[in-house]
DNA sequence: TTTGTTGTAATGTCAACGGTTACATTATAT
DNA sequence: ATATAATGTAACCGTTGACATTACAACAAA
């Protein structure tokens, strides 16, 4: 079970559109091919990124600028925007027995365990925003 | 997008094996009604269990009792086992373009930030044992 | 040999993801 | 105004993985 490609293609999508969008108009189809997906799979990205306020699509004329500054975005906020996981991470069995001791208590003692473990990987994504990839990016390109 | 339930149903099992054992004979079907699933997805379950060491399970006259001490198996051991996620826990675009620069880099880019987001979710799985789970749930019951 | 149980294969249903086609809508240049 | 090039979206498909369930062979003990 793994996050979808979603995350990684949002988090591409925006790297486009902040670091090649002085040079190149940034079309779905010049995304696309740089991702190397379908048009309208980024298009469908495009469009959540512009609800998030992180960038502003041209219809008609088209291409994507930037909006939101790139100190201002995290990986967590991208994560969050295109829907990877919603609510929990961790999926729990339904209807454990309440006549079980186990069954019973069950979640009392998992539940906190779970969601340390959700926090976590959260503050990590947390920690790093789009400027320090484009920092990064900037010296290898 | 969520992590398997198979994961929250091992916790539960290795529970009521290591709890209820000594006064039940712990069938799949008794901890079947405890989890509230098919008898069948708890054998699948015991049998990755006693695979990784951690019970005995016996064929025929049936049961499973525990095996490795409760201090030495930690959540994280219970996730590997029941393959909640195989490798890398997000999922990448797959051939992002070489010829453009930020296809080219998306990689060396955002890579080690995805390693680490999951390292810190395994290790906050790694500090917590079976024992402590035990411990709270004896508290409860 | 009967009974209760485990082990496992096979099948079905369902939801999510990603790919793709199609087309209405929109802005701009000529 | 019209042609052109893009976006915005709905619709549909194929694939995959999860979980439930049925079925039955293998097995151990009374």
Do not use: W
């Amino acid at each position: 079970m793994k996050i979808t490609s979603r995350f990684t293609v949002a988090v591409h999508t925006l790297l486009a559109v902040y670091v090649l969008g002085k040079e190149y108009k940034m079309t779905s189809d010049f995304i696309a091919s740089s991702v190397n997906v379908n048009p309208v799979v980024i298009r469908r990205t495009l469009s959540s990124l512009k609800a998030a306020g992180m960038i502003e699509v041209k219809a008609g004329s088209g291409g994507a600028t930037p909006i939101k500054d790139a100190d201002d975005i995290t990986l967590y906020d991208v994560y969050t925007t295109v829907d990877c996981v919603e609510g929990n991470l961790f999926n729990f069995h339904e209807n454990p027995n309440p006549e079980c001791p186990v069954g019973k208590n069950i979640h009392a003692v998992l539940d906190s365990h779970l969601a340390d473990a959700q926090t976590a990987l959260e503050n990590e994504l947390k920690s790093v925003t789009l400027a320090d990839l484009m920092k990064r990016l900037n010296i290898l390109m």
